[in-house]
């Protein structure tokens, strides 16, 4: 460990801090305020889409509307990105002349790209044409984080709204959410953003992919096309689909320190500006800060342990003639270091990014299990794009259950009063996303068509596994490497843990918003549970770390605790 | 007659009366048909079950490989011991109820009610009685039926409901007509219209209530059930996936470690006190002769924000009392006293006896030898608005303020202006002046005013610590109103109330999203008891209020609905901070189970063992024991609830979390090594 790389992730943090109130008070003008920015640039383009979509702006959906114009939205996104890959060597933008996409891989990818995980079991440069890459799944970069935008709103607008008992109970507009999350948001962001990428030395352009000469006198093909445009999407969308296999590690997407310094604060911008939002539309900002403590102390555990972890030499090399100060370098760009490698691996897999720039595969145990613990947490450390936020709220009403008996009353957030009905749905969510990885990865793993795609034996391989559908489930999409994913199996298995792992969280989770809606707001006083203060934030952390760490301990501690252990001992696998 | 609930009111929850029935009761409500109510022990009983098997497995077959015998026997009985344990908290819940409705049972001896008929009268028995008849009933009878007195007057024992040995007067017409099935007739003869259907009545409700036959769940304990249930699914997925995990890292775990994790991971300890807490709060409740109609209400009580009190009986003593003497400029303080007390000697009013009590107390002056020869008393009446003596010579004369002035005005004489000022002074500050004059001169005022009872400040203060209001409803004009609602330190009053304003306050508090909760007795009080969130009727009042409110109190003393929050928020706070504890404590048992189950393969596992246990075995067995005991620990709390304190909500969670959250995490290492020590030092465990 030393100072520099400290400072890196010090510096990092207070970056987030300084950019979550300014741009969060910009979200909230886009999707609550009276009158949006730009608008004589941006407001005739919002309406041109409405037009075109025929969408009226001003019908708001109730819960099940918003729930069911998502499910088509994004099910129309699954068949059309599926059509494409299968299509790809007869439509056009296809320089290279690849092929069709085989079926179990052209679904795994499109469930992967429509639930915002980028899970990928291909390498880009080889598999997919640029219309695919730009058509199948840059379109979903933007419109995927839009869907997740647009449910935390919904749950957002469930729990703060006060429609009275005559009121309209209805949870905004979905397609007016999606539009502007694009055309205010995403878009221009991504553009600016990918200028200033290219600035940086990443590349954009559609021509076909460079032979070189290298020093040695080879010849080398260097793959290139429309990378900055997709990287600005990737990060700020917590999509994480590189446009290489490499990912960020490649020099082409992630050059410099800096541009890795950049990337990192845009996986955070959205997510945590989005807690700003919340706490401006619950209008009480301390409750949207009480959420971006509760994220940014787990944020800061997870990266000071896997910097730690890191920072420590790593044992499989003990012994080698080799300077073992700089810690365990194994599957690390030397142009990020330790400290950059640590902190990526922290950020992509605390909120649903997955993009990577070290391969977590080499990370030690303890190392590597910060982000398989991020992940198993239910993706609230900032969270995916809208993602992280309703997975946090989810976990707010739960703590509120829990705790909120304690102080003599039925438990309230808000307000309002948490019921059976919410904690029915609480429940529900919770339960899908241990259910999932836990049945997947105990099927793998006892399977051998399952089990003969891992990379390793041993807690390694079970690490793998468990990562893997961790991951899926989590719509992270970061792989722990190692292992083979592109077979039926995995394929198959990993596009229904995907889309159980979005839409079946997101059902519950909108039902919610429904429920709560429409009910009574009693006015907090001093007998109410306070939900924006120091203690609730702790409580919220311990009720996450219990209802997450409790669920996987027994099995982590067959995969990453032994391996720690073990490797303590000498033994490696 | 001895009452039923004043015999068992002095049944401590552990009385052997109460435990030993429990302990037979427990073991009966293992039948699974009524363990399958609650599905985290009902995993526990198929546990159980399953491990009982395996035991019986090993023992005939013996199969290479199985886990010790004596291990599985253990660890089996201990599961059963679980459930048991959890069936006997809910037991000793029901215990005290069962004793009371055994005595109420008891006086529902069938009895003969006199019927009229068309001018005559048929003996019929009283379970053939209809709503709508009228029945006779004199001295020494026993009444049949709930109803309303249409007819006379009487004393009646109702001690056989309340446990108070006063006898009751309740009379035809007004709010003190109400009359209960099972009540005996002291004195006189009264026609009672019989207002229920048979088995419907209130003895019978009431019956059923201390019974728990009609206790149904509460809207929060189904949503923690709710919690509690995801959270069994998720440990049972944990678990069971947990096999073929294992199996993957060449690790064959027996079914018996597995159901022994499983049992220790969901939430058995809140999971079996979940229904003993309930009743126990019914039961509470019941303790302070107030019967709630349903576990609903008492929950809703814990919500309460808003109390509405009436203030004759509530916030002020009945009646208004003599505080101060005000003497007219140039008597003697000490000559209006005396005055005072003479013209007050044979006035049997609360008021007037207090003006006694007054001068007894505060001058000296003794109550004096009153001979009828010498003295005349003049007595009240509404034309005079004055009593008093003539003594001799002497005419006291005591009264209304502008009474006195008029008496005196004739005689010659005159009220001073000073007089005058300190009378609308009292008359502002929400008291009552009486003038009192002794021939043609003024003597000076007495003070009464309505006296706030005792210690009723600082109880308020307490409520507004727990946030919640308080608001004095009165029939006062404001300005009295006013004035005594500052000196008990409610925060708002209502008055010059009529049950239609009384209503509006309670849709207006509601309609902004609180819950209300207020006493009545009448029968105008009925619409807003029934629209009141909490409506506790008094027993003394009228059957219309009775139905309507969703609590009788059988004190009828209003005092008793600060009581009533008090029980319902400890009702809640009790479910809270079981569960918290419940949850917590699973960190300490995996740390004494896993490393159990993995060690012997990966023996580099060990460092998890941090509480060092003796072995594997012993290890899981402590673990499941500590879970089964920890409930039985529980029990008392569970029943007599968390001590209840008014504070903030985040004073009390912080407080709570401390207690039963971190104490929650770290009790269970200290009980699971002790146990462990304990197997270890009685050979029970063999390595």
């Known amino acids: 460990m030393t100072e520099n790389g400290w400072l890196q992730i010090g510096l990092f943090a207070l970056v987030v801090l300084a950019v979550t109130k300014p741009f969060g008070l910009y979200l909230h003008r886009v999707f609550e305020g009276e009158r949006r920015p730009l608008p004589r640039v941006l407001g005739p383009l919002e309406r041109a889409l409405y037009r075109l979509c025929g969408v009226e702006p001003r019908r708001e959906h109730d819960w099940k509307g918003y729930a069911f114009a998502m499910l088509i939205f994004s099910g129309l996104g699954v068949v059309v990105t599926y059509a494409i890959q299968r299509l790809q060597h007869v439509l056009p933008l296809n320089p290279q002349g690849l092929g069709p996409v085989a079926p179990d891989l052209a679904f795994n990818t499109a469930a992967s790209f429509a639930t915002n995980t980028n899970w990928q079991n291909y390498g880009g440069e080889t598999t997919m044409s640029d219309l695919t890459q730009m058509a199948g799944l840059a379109w979903h970069n933007f419109t995927s984080a839009a869907v997740g935008i647009g449910v935390a709103l919904a749950l957002a607008r469930g729990l703060t709204r006060h429609p009275g008992p005559g009121g309209a109970r209805t949870l905004g507009n979905f397609w007016v959410d999606l539009v502007r999350s694009i055309v205010y948001v995403l878009l221009p962001a991504s553009v600016v953003v990918a200028l200033v990428l290219v600035a940086l030395g990443v590349p954009q352009t559609l021509s076909a992919y460079r032979e070189l000469t290298t020093l040695e006198g080879l010849k080398q093909v260097v793959a290139l096309g429309p990378v900055a445009s997709q990287e600005a999407i990737k990060e700020l969308g917590t999509n994480g689909g590189g446009f290489f296999n490499a990912n960020s590690a490649h020099p082409f997407e992630n050059p410099t320190p800096l541009t890795n310094f950049l990337e990192l604060v845009l996986i955070f911008s959205i997510p945590a500006a989005l807690t700003y939002t919340y706490g401006k539309m619950a209008r009480d900002t301390r409750q949207g800060w009480a959420v971006f403590a509760a994220m940014a102390v787990l944020f800061l555990a997870g990266v000071g342990i896997a910097y730690r972890a890191e920072a420590q030499a790593n044992p499989a090399l003990a012994g080698l003639a080799c300077d073992h100060r700089a810690g365990n370098l194994e599957g690390k760009e030397t142009r990020f270091g330790v400290a950059g490698s640590a902190l990526f691996a922290t950020v992509t897999t605390g909120t649903s990014c997955g993009a990577v720039n070290a391969m977590h595969d080499s990370f030690t145990p303890l190392g590597g299990l910060v982000p398989l613990l991020n992940i198993q947490l239910g993706e609230v450390i900032f969270g995916g794009v809208g993602a992280g936020l309703y997975a946090m709220l989810v976990m707010v009403i739960l703590t509120v259950f829990i705790a909120g008996l304690m102080v003599g009353r039925t438990p309230e957030y808000l307000g309002k009063k948490i019921e059976a009905r919410e904690m029915k749905l609480a429940m529900l969510y919770v339960l899908i996303f241990p259910l999932l990885v836990l049945v997947l990865s105990a099927w793998a793993a006892v399977a051998p068509y399952g089990a003969s795609s891992l990379g390793n034996a041993g807690p390694h391989g079970l690490s793998e596994i468990l990562y893997a559908y961790s991951s899926q489930a989590g719509n992270n999409g970061s792989a722990f490497a190692g292992l083979s994913g592109n077979t039926r199996f995995w394929n198959v298995t990993g596009a229904l843990d995907m889309l159980a792992g979005r839409f079946l969280m997101i059902v519950p989770v909108l039902a919610i918003a429904g429920s709560m809606v429409g009910k009574k707001v009693v006015p907090a006083g001093p007998g109410t549970f306070p939900t924006n203060g120091a203690t609730f934030t702790v409580l919220l952390i311990f009720v996450i770390l219990i209802v997450g760490a409790l669920t996987f301990f027994p099995a982590l501690s067959l995969g990453p605790v032994l391996e720690h252990f073990a490797a303590l001992h000498g033994r490696v696998f | ?687």
């Open chain 2, 1 to 687: 007659m001895a009452s039923a609930s004043s015999k068992t009111k002095q049944l401590s929850l552990f009385d052997p009366a109460i435990l030993r029935p429990a302990l037979l009761e427990s073991l009966r409500k293992l039948d699974p048909r009524r363990v399958a109510r609650n599905p985290v022990m009902f995993v526990v009983e198929v546990g159980s079950v399953l491990t009982t098997l395996l035991w019986l497995r090993d023992r005939l077959l013996r199969p290479p490989g199985a886990a010790p015998g004596w291990f599985t026997l253990s660890v089996s009985v201990w599961l059963w011991f679980t459930v048991v344990f959890a069936n006997f908290a809910e037991a000793v819940a029901e215990g005290r109820g069962k004793a009371q409705a055994q005595a109420l049972r008891r006086m529902r001896r069938e009895v003969t009610a006199r019927r009229r008929v068309d001018g005559g009268e048929e003996r019929v028995p009283a379970s053939a009685l209809r709503k709508g008849d009228t029945v006779v009933v004199e001295a020494g009878e026993v009444i049949p039926g709930d109803g309303e007195i249409v007819e006379g007057i009487a004393s009646v024992d109702e001690s056989a409901i309340t446990g108070e040995s006063a006898p009751v007067i309740r009379e035809s017409g007004g709010d003190r007509s109400a009359v209960t099935g099972g009540t005996r007739v002291l004195s006189d003869r009264i026609v009672v219209r019989i207002g229920v259907e048979p088995g419907e009545s209130f003895l019978d409700r009431m019956i059923a209530l201390v019974e728990g036959a009609a206790r149904q769940k509460t809207p929060n304990e189904i949503a923690l059930h709710i919690l509690l249930v995801g959270l069994t699914v998720i440990f049972l997925f944990a678990c069971v996936t947990l096999v073929p995990v294992a199996r993957y890292a060449s690790i064959d775990l027996s079914a018996t470690a597995v159901v022994a994790l499983l049992v220790c991971l969901i939430p058995t300890t809140i999971g079996g006190l979940l229904s003993a807490i309930g009743i126990a709060g019914m039961d509470r409740l019941l303790r302070k002769n107030v019967l709630a109609m349903s576990g609903r209400a008492v929950e809703a009580a814990g919500d309460v924000d808003t109390l509405l009190l009436d203030k004759t009986g509530t916030i002020t003593l009945g009646n208004r009392m003599a505080t101060e003497l005000i003497p007219s400029p140039g008597v003697a303080v000490e000559d209006l006293a005396d005055a005072a007390q003479l013209a007050s000697l044979a006035d049997e009013t609360p008021e007037g006896r207090s003006i006694v009590v007054l001068a007894k107390q505060q001058y000296g002056l003794r109550g004096r030898e009153v001979r009828e020869a010498e003295h005349h008393f003049i007595p009240f009446t509404a034309q005079t608005r004055m009593s008093g003596v003539d003594m001799g010579p002497r005419r006291i004369r005591k009264g209304a303020v502008d009474a006195v002035a008029r008496h005196v005005a004739a005689l010659g004489g005159a009220l001073p202006p000073e007089l005058q000022a300190a009378a609308e002074r009292i008359g502002d500050s929400g008291g009552t002046p009486l003038a009192v004059s002794d021939g043609a001169r003024v003597l000076g005022l007495v003070h009464l005013k309505d006296v706030v009872k005792g210690g009723i400040a600082e109880r308020f203060e307490r409520f507004r610590a727990m946030g919640i209001r308080t608001v004095m409803i009165t029939g006062d004009n404001p300005r009295t109103a006013a004035a005594i609602a500052r000196e008990a330190g409610v925060d708002d009053f209502l008055a010059e109330a009529t049950p239609e304003a009384k209503m509006r306050l309670i849709k207006d508090e509601q309609a902004k999203g609180k819950l209300v909760a207020m006493t009545g007795d009448g029968t105008n009080d009925a619409p807003a008891l029934a629209q009141a969130d909490v409506g506790v009727a008094m027993n003394t009042g009228t059957q219309a209020a009775k139905e309507a409110g969703n609590m009788v109190d059988l004190d009828s003393n209003p005092t008793k609905l600060l009581e009533v929050v008090e029980v319902g928020k400890q009702l809640l706070m009790t479910r809270g901070t079981l569960t918290t504890f419940s949850i917590a404590n699973d960190v300490a048992k995996y740390f004494a189970i896993l490393p159990a189950l993995f060690v012997a393969v990966y023996p580099e596992l060990a460092p998890l063992d941090v509480m060092h246990l003796a072995s594997p075995f012993s290890a899981i067995l402590s673990a499941v024991i500590f879970n089964a005991i920890i409930i039985v620990l529980l029990i008392p709390l569970a029943l007599k609830g968390v001590r209840y304190r008014p504070l903030g909500a985040a004073a009390v969670l912080r407080r709570s979390l401390l207690l039963y959250g971190v104490g929650g995490v770290v009790a269970p290492f200290a009980g699971i090594k002790l146990i462990d020590l304990a197997l270890a030092a009685t050979r029970l465990v063999h390595a």
